[in-house]
């Protein structure tokens, strides 16, 4: 039989003698390692040591010393080869093994790891290398991957192709003596009933996939066209082709595709017309009189002036003439502006505004500030643009106050103010409640508190999760507003002729006040200055 046979593990010692086998803990201050009594019983219920005194074992565990201690009489070692776990993802798509070490035993070859794989139905995806590396060189313990299964091609979405212009271009004709055509603007795309406005490609089904088991995985086939069905539109031809439904003005607008009528008023909009709220474009080809609105849902065309009236848009607004807004003017637009000329109004555009004169009026817009023709004016009031300004000339000889901001969004510098001003007030919210909360904690402590005081403290706390919450939502969009406040800070400011003082200029975060004429210039932030550079074309 073996004698003297010593097996040393992580921890434990066990040594079969001619008078029995025997067990010794080696304390963790020396192995490093506190052995269970669950570790040592799985190993020797492996090396089938029979009889074992479960006492005993217990006992020298329980020591934590160098103590040995008889826990079955005389036997002979059983040797044990290596033995293969074999484990499947739960997708079925890999398959991975855990190679336990022999005892005494051999290691397993790679024609029986192969075998012992396809008794688990792995057949498919085996990586007969990585197999042939473990048996001659074997990671114990530890799972390695040793089969793949082939994913399968998902299909492609339908595609969508338009047959008409998405975006227009607002720049007016500049003609040869300097003026502005406004009359030659092609921003009306018209399309007549039956023209084909989309056409969607069907989506692909996708390929097959193989599983480690060698079973089919299905594709996920792509997705059929979502045509952007708006006003004025039907699907053909079994959902391949958007067409209009009406004669009118093709427009895409919150992401839909609409065909729009137009509403037409020969004379002004006065008493005798009244307010005009239409789903599609206006034309008026007369003045639209102070204390009037239009709301539309396409393009507004005014040929004569605009007083002291309102008007709102999805599409464009385009003043022939011009706006007297006697301080009661207002031009609210997703689109972009076009005017001869603007007084005394109020202007907000998510696209571009172009006049030959704006004076003493608040302007906003997301894209670019021009003032062409033979003026080429900005006077008094404010402007506050997202990408760029282009003027002859900015404010006046007389130091008019002039307030230009440039190189962020409006918008987004409106937000930044809010939260500047809202999250000190919640934080002041959110220490109230924390204040209330530790009022009912300490009001506990003396007793229990009645049912109404409970009711209203499970209430503040779940008013001051809300608020933390919300704090925690408003601090990181503050942050992110705060980072594109920094990025975006990249708008100019292009004059052609002259800025006058009085004029106050902010790019980004910078701000400078004219103070001496600026003429033939291009400023722009650098840094935290701004700086003054030659005019760029």
């Known amino acids: 039989m073996s004698e003297g046979i010593e097996i040393i593990k992580n921890g434990f010692i066990v040594e079969y003698r001619s008078d029995g086998v025997y067990l010794s803990v080696i304390p963790e201050k020396k192995s490093g390692v506190d052995v269970s009594f669950d570790e040592i019983e799985e190993f020797l219920k492996r090396k089938k040591i029979t009889g074992i005194d479960i006492e005993a074992v217990k006992k020298t565990i329980e020591s934590k010393d160098d103590t040995e201690c008889k826990i079955a009489q005389e036997q002979q070692e059983q040797k044990i080869d290596a033995e293969m776990k074999v484990r499947i993802s739960n997708n079925k798509m890999q398959a991975g093994v855990v190679i336990i070490p022999p005892e005494g035993g051999e290691m397993l070859s790679a024609q029986k790891m192969i075998a012992r794989l396809k008794e688990q139905n792995v057949v498919f995806g085996i990586d007969t290398d990585i197999i042939e590396a473990i048996s001659k060189d074997p990671i114990y313990n530890q799972e390695i991957e040793v089969a793949k299964g082939i994913e399968p091609i998902h299909g492609e979405n339908a595609k969508m192709t338009y047959h008409f ?79 209009a439904s009406i004669d009118g003005q093709v427009v895409l607008a ?43 849902g396409g393009t507004v065309e005014v040929q004569g002036v605009v007083e002291g009236a309102t008007i709102k848009c999805t599409g464009d607004i385009v003043l022939r003439r011009g706006m007297q807004g006697l301080s009661k003017g207002v031009l609210i637009t997703q689109g972009n502006i076009v005017a001869k000329y603007i007084e005394h109004s109020r202007l907000s555009a998510k696209g571009d505004i172009t006049s030959e004169a704006i004076m ?26 997202g990408t760029e300004i282009l003027a002859k000339m900015i404010g006046s000889p007389m130091a008019t ?51 109404q005081k409970q009711q209203f403290m499970a209430k503040t706390a779940k008013t001051k999760t809300y608020i933390k919450k919300q704090v925690e939502e408003m601090k990181k969009e503050y942050e992110n507003i705060e980072n594109r406040l920094k990025e975006q800070a990249r708008g100019k400011i292009k004059v052609l002729n002259v800025i006058f003082p009085g004029a106050k200029v902010t790019i980004g975060s910078s701000m400078l006040y004219i103070k001496e004429e600026i003429k033939y210039a291009t400023l722009y932030q650098s840094g935290a200055d701004i700086r003054i550079g030659a005019y760029e074309k």
Request: hydrophobic share 35%; charged share 25%.
């Open 401 to 451: 106050v002039t307030d230009i901001e440039v190189g962020v969004s409006p918008e987004i510098r409106e937000k930044h103010k809010q939260l500047k001003t809202q999250i000190p007030k919640m934080e002041q919210e959110l220490k109230k409640t924390d204040q209330a909360i530790e009022m009912l904690k300490k009001l506990e402590k003396i007793g229990p508190l009645d049912e």
């Open 360 to 385: 003493h009026s608040h302007v906003e817009c997301e894209g670019t500030l021009t003032l062409g023709g033979k003026k080429g004016l900005f006077v008094g009031g404010a402007a506050k643009v």
């Open 254 to 296: 919150n992401q839909k595709v609409n065909v729009y009528a137009l509403y037409e008023v020969n004379g002004d909009v006065d008493n005798s017309v009244g307010n005009i709220d239409f789903v599609g474009n206006v034309i008026v080809k007369g003045n639209v009189l102070t204390g009037f609105s239009i709301k539309a």
């Open 165 to 243: 212009q998405l975006s227009k271009n607002m720049k007016p004709k500049i003609l040869e003596d300097g003026r502005v055509d406004f009359h030659e603007l092609n921003l009306i795309e018209n399309v007549a009933k039956g023209d084909v406005l989309i056409n969607a490609t069907p989506p692909t089904q996708g390929t097959p996939g193989k599983n480690v088991l060698g079973e089919k995985v299905a594709p996920i086939p792509g997705k059929p066209a979502k045509l952007p069905v708006g006003k004025n539109v039907e699907i053909a031809e079994q959902g391949q082709k958007l067409i």
